[in-house]
Nanobody
Framework: QVQLVESGGGLVQAGGSLRLSCAAS????????MGWFRQGPGKEREFVAA????????WYADSVRGRFTISRDNAENTVFLQMNSLKPEDTAVYYC????????????????????WGQGTQVTVSS
């Protein structure tokens, strides 16, 4: 069993920054890869970023590359999403997720690759 809890969302003006956190529980968490997704109002859930924990390999959606950074702490019990230069289009509920298999063998960007999801945290970017 894996439990994920996101935090750090809030209201920020365009051009500002936020850092989201994903705290995980479960003994096997340290070996899990991680992903971030988001879902705006009336839109489908979309991929944002992913991290392979064994070697630090990262993947980013084109819409956030260069602005967002996914990372983890040294204990590997928390994964972060640093969001800079935020735009109103970034407004969404952000979810962290754990894939069913290593991201070496499944698509890091596919919803179907992930089994465990957090409850989400709201990010609102005002113009």
């Amino acid at each position: 069993q894996v439990q994920l809890v996101e935090s750090g969302g809030g209201l920020v003006q365009a051009g500002g920054s936020l850092r989201l956190s994903c705290a995980a529980s479960g003994r096997s968490f340290s070996i899990y890869d991680m992903g971030w997704f988001r879902q705006g109002p009336g839109k489908e859930r979309e991929f944002v970023a992913a991290l392979k924990r064994t070697n630090g390999r990262t993947w980013y959606a084109d819409s956030v590359r260069g602005r967002f950074t996914i990372s983890r702490d040294n204990a590997e019990n928390t994964v972060f999403l640093q969001m800079n230069s935020l735009k109103p289009e970034d407004t969404a509920v952000y979810y962290c997720a754990v894939p069913t298999r290593s991201l070496e063998y499944v698509s890091p960007k596919s919803l179907r690759s992930y089994d465990y999801w957090g409850q989400g945290t709201q990010v609102t970017v005002s113009s």
